[in-house]
T-cell receptor, first 113, second 115 residues
Framework: KAGVTQTPRYLIKTRGQQVTLSCSPISGHRSVSWYQQTPGQGLQFLFEYFSETQRNKGNFPGRFSGRQFSNSRSEMNVSTLELGDSALYLC????????????FGPGTRLTVL | AQTVTQSQPEMSVQEAETVTLSCTYDTSESDYYLFWYKQPPSRQMILVIRQEAYKQQNATENRFSVNFQKAAKSFSLKISDSQLGDAAMYFCAYRSRGGSEKLVFGKGTKLTVNP
């Protein structure tokens, strides 16, 4: 079974631009979560989607948004990029519920100049 | 809100020896899940071990075991017979028992394994 895939793997943007990151979960997984990882703040929860509905949202400004499609693929969008948005963005999927393991993708490394 | 604290930013161990990574957490919930994740330099995060709070028995996965002290809100990871491939960042994580899959992570411990 293919693992969680994230595209692109690396991205360089300038301040003020917007960016869209994509995540394809493991086949059959309906839950997708997004995390931001930075050296200073560590791993912080962005949002979680289940069956195309946002089930939970972290403490991030409205510039960060996401969605999930009917095939469970998910995208996150960051508008009006700031230097502080430079981070590794991780996506995780699982079957949802119980002690199910979350499977992480390799991440998208976003650099904002 | 739940918090997870890993007080050891870095640890080192000799190959074949044992090392223990510490984790404490704060929650008002009585039922939850705890996890240890490993993130090697390649960046792909993988699950090492998991524990259900209502289970008193400590989880074990091969060379990895935990010491779960619910009253003390402590969840340490013991790695026995350390191998070079164990070198990575280790994150302790908390998840509520309920609908959300949200993980609350500690800041991580960087483990170095010396040959």
């Amino acid at each position: 079974k293919a693992g969680v895939t994230q595209t692109p793997r690396y991205l360089i943007k300038t301040r003020g631009q917007q960016v869209t990151l994509s995540c394809s979960p493991i086949s059959g997984h309906r839950s997708v979560s997004w995390y931001q990882q930075t050296p200073g703040q560590g791993l912080q929860f962005l949002f979680e989607y289940f069956s195309e509905t946002q089930r939970n949202k972290g403490n991030f400004p409205g510039r960060f948004s996401g969605r999930q499609f009917s095939n469970s693929r998910s995208e996150m969008n960051v508008s009006t990029l700031e230097l502080g948005d430079s981070a590794l963005y991780l996506c995780a999927s699982n079957l949802a519920g119980g002690l199910g393991e979350q499977f992480f993708g390799p991440g998208t490394r976003l650099t904002v100049l | 809100a739940q918090t997870v604290t890993q007080s050891q930013p870095e640890m080192s161990v000799q190959e074949a020896e044992t090392v223990t990574l510490s984790c404490t957490y704060d929650t008002s919930e009585s039922d939850y899940y705890l996890f240890w994740y490993k993130q090697p330099p390649s960046r792909q995060m993988i699950l090492v071990i998991r524990q259900e709070a209502y289970k008193q028995q400590n989880a074990t996965e091969n060379r990895f075991s935990v010491n779960f002290q619910k009253a003390a809100k402590s969840f340490s990871l013991k790695i026995s017979d350390s191998q070079l491939g164990d070198a990575a960042m280790y994150f302790c994580a908390y998840r509520s028992r309920g609908g959300s899959e949200k993980l609350v992570f500690g800041k991580g411990t960087k483990l170095t394994v010396n040959p």
